[in-house]
Each structure stands twice: as C-alpha cells, then as structure tokens.
C-alpha cells in the first residue's frame, strides 16, 4: 500500500514536471452556443443552465475544467468552465452559454471556428 501511494506520489510529480500547470491540451473546431430552450434546465452535472454564466459543454473535459476558447476568426477569447455533456456524434466540439458566444462575438453567426486551451 505504501509503496503503491510512493509510486503514484512519483508518477504525478514527474507528469507534472513534463506537462507544466499551463495549458496541456489544445484542439481545434467548431463552436456553437445553447438555445435558450436550455435556460434554468438541469446540465449532466446537475447544476442549473444559465445563459448569463461563462459555462459550457464538452465531450470528454472533466466537469469543472476550464477552458479557454478562442474565436479563430476575430482573436477573441474567454474562459468557461465544462459543466455538461455534448453527443459524441456531434460535429463541433464545444456548446457555449449565451454570454460566452457574445463575448466571443458571434452570436448572430450561431457557429464560429474556435480553439480550445485547457487553463488551471
């Protein structure tokens, strides 16, 4: 038992030497925000959708992550937290609130070609 929580003390201080507390993962797709339908419905975390907050949904991020989301075609960015599931046979690879896709600035599009960066 001890040696088992030496080892996995040992792994874990050397992933964190190689991959840093910055950004370890970066991918590249579309983008597009929730429907208002969504608004004060439960998200797979359980907590209540809210277009006003910087959250959105991913496929595969742990609930809680952060993430930062960057509007390829003007340069714009923000931060969200993953807080709900996406289909996997979805094409885009982030729904974001309301708020974020403004801020991100394209709202009126509904779709716009983004980066993601997972931040600490």
Same mark, same amino acid.
């Given at each position: 038992?001890?040696?088992?929580? /030496?080892?996995?003390?040992?792994?874990?201080? /050397?992933? #964190?030497?190689?991959?840093?507390?910055?950004?370890?993962?970066?991918?590249?797709?579309?983008?597009?925000?929730?429907?208002? %339908?969504?608004?004060? $419905? &439960?998200?797979?975390? $359980?907590?209540?959708?809210?277009?006003? &907050?910087? @959250?959105?949904?991913?496929?595969?991020?742990? #609930?809680? @992550? !952060?993430? $930062? *989301? @960057?509007?390829?075609?003007?340069?714009?960015?923000?931060?969200? &937290? %993953?807080? +709900?599931?996406?289909? @996997? !046979?979805?094409?885009?690879?982030? +729904?974001?609130? &309301?708020?974020?896709?403004?801020?991100?600035?394209? *709202? $009126?599009?509904?779709?716009?070609?983004?980066?993601?960066?997972?931040? +600490?």
């Amino acid at each position: 038992m001890k040696k088992d929580l /030496i080892s996995m003390s040992l792994i874990a201080a /050397i992933s #964190f030497m190689v991959l840093g507390s910055s950004s370890v993962s970066a991918e590249t797709g579309y983008a597009v925000h929730y429907s208002n %339908i969504f608004q004060g $419905k &439960k998200t797979a975390s $359980k907590e209540i959708f809210d277009q006003r &907050k910087l @959250t959105a949904a991913h496929k595969k991020h742990p #609930f809680g @992550t !952060r993430v $930062k *989301v @960057t509007n390829l075609d003007n340069d714009q960015s923000v931060v969200v &937290k %993953i807080n +709900d599931r996406m289909p @996997t !046979r979805n094409s885009n690879i982030i +729904d974001v609130s &309301k708020r974020a896709a403004e801020e991100l600035g394209f *709202v $009126k599009q509904g779709r716009a070609h983004v980066r993601l960066e997972v931040v +600490d």
